[in-house]
Nanobody, 126 residues
């Protein structure tokens, strides 16, 4: 079984920063496409950021471009989401996702990902 565990969520004030981590175990992490998604209460899960299995390509939702940075460390089987200039509208549960079929991953499509973490809450106060 492939397991993903997010951490790093919390409560921050608007304009602050937060870094999320996602540790992956039980699989060949270096061959996975990895993504971050988020879901606010009453809303659908939305794409935030993703990277190819090599980490050579990254993709971001328009709402977070210039503020969030996706990175991955294959040696540590971990991906990160550095979030800067946080806004109240960033408040959501953030999920890490993995797709072993990296060659055909549609990075912004949640259904492309086979494995999901349990989520970590990010709350940004006004």
């Amino acid at each position: 079984q492939v397991h993903l565990l997010e951490s790093g969520g919390g409560l921050v004030q608007a304009g602050g920063s937060l870094t999320l981590s996602c540790a992956v175990s039980g699989g060949t992490f270096s061959t996975y496409a990895m993504g971050w998604f988020r879901q606010a209460p009453g809303k659908e899960r939305e794409f935030v950021a993703a990277s190819s299995q090599s980490g050579g390509s990254t993709y971001y939702a328009d709402s977070v471009k210039g503020r969030f940075t996706f990175s991955r460390d294959n040696a540590k089987n971990t991906v990160y989401l550095q979030m800067n200039s946080l806004k109240p509208e960033d408040t959501a549960v953030y999920y890490c996702a993995a797709d072993p079929q990296y060659w055909r991953t549609i990075y912004a499509r949640a259904r492309s990902y086979d494995y999901w973490g349990q989520g970590t809450q990010v709350t940004v106060s006004s």
